[in-house]
């Protein structure tokens, strides 16, 4: 009887223990999503379920599209084409949005990955690291390309696109000739540098970690004195 209660107590230790380490695996895990989001987003957040892009075909009449802007409920990326604002509301939304503009097997990254990790308005270029090159326009978009490396460490997969990191994301920017032309002007680009290192708790040390790393970048040296100045405030 004693060795009955005794093993009774031994299993219901074991499964205590399995609990307790099944909770504590779910809390690191949770501690490491909080870590690769942004601070207004939390961990529960979900991709979108319906269709992020809508064109003609999936609108009931060729003036829908300008009445659906007009009330804000989309945003015109042409004259046919548009996305749903609910979507580009959400980090996965926007990540499903960039997915289904950028080309295939690319690496969506620099104003492209700026706005999928802050939003704002859609860029301008089509931003992506691949090896191919695109003479065809998306949505009256030139696909920019940037043949640079990319290891693993500096992307991330966010729902169905490949994104780089923040902080890579940061160092792309400073490093566009764009950047550097109206850098400390408070322009579009200057701006969203700053509001990706603070939403995304990026340092400068990090970015010069980076660059330090690659220091073959076109402007990488402009890149190393800049974030090295702004590393010693």
């Known amino acids: 009887m004693n060795a009955f209660h005794e093993r009774n ?14 909770d504590e695996r779910a809390k690191r895990a949770a ?14 957040d979900k991709p979108p379920t ?13 003036l829908s599209l300008t009445a659906l802007s007009d009330y804000g409920m ?19 939304g926007r990540a499903s949005i960039a997915a289904r503009i950028a080309p295939r097997n690319t690496t969506i990254c620099a104003l ?7 939003g ?41 696109a490949r994104v780089t990191t923040p902080t890579r994301t940061v160092c792309d920017l400073v490093l566009l000739p764009e950047y550097q032309e109206y850098q400390g002007g408070g322009e579009t ?5 700053i509001d990706l290192m603070l939403e995304y708790r990026v340092s ?10 690659n220091p073959f970048w076109p402007h990488a040296t402009f890149g190393r004195a800049l974030f090295a100045s702004w590393n010693r405030t």
């Open 204 to 213: 400068a040390q990090d970015c010069l970690h980076i660059l330090e790393h």
């Open 189 to 193: 680009v200057d701006q969203l540098v």
């Open 9 to 22: 107590e031994l299993n219901e230790r074991n499964e205590l223990n399995e609990r307790n380490g099944r």
């Open 74 to 92: 989309m945003t015109r990326l042409d004259d046919t084409n548009g996305y749903q604002m609910d979507h580009a509301g959400t980090l996965f």
């Open 120 to 160: 704002g308005r859609f860029p301008d270029t089509v931003d992506v690291i691949s090896k191919s090159h695109y003479r065809a326009t998306v949505h009256n978009r030139r696909i920019r390309v940037f043949n640079r490396r990319s290891p693993q460490e500096h992307v991330m997969r966010v729902g169905d």
């Open 31 to 44: 501690d490491n999503l909080s870590a690769a989001l942004p601070l207004s987003m939390l961990p529960q």
């Open 50 to 62: 319906v269709k992020p892009l809508l064109g003609s075909k999936e609108l009931p009449g060729p």
């Open 112 to 118: 492209t990955a700026a706005w999928v990790w802050v």
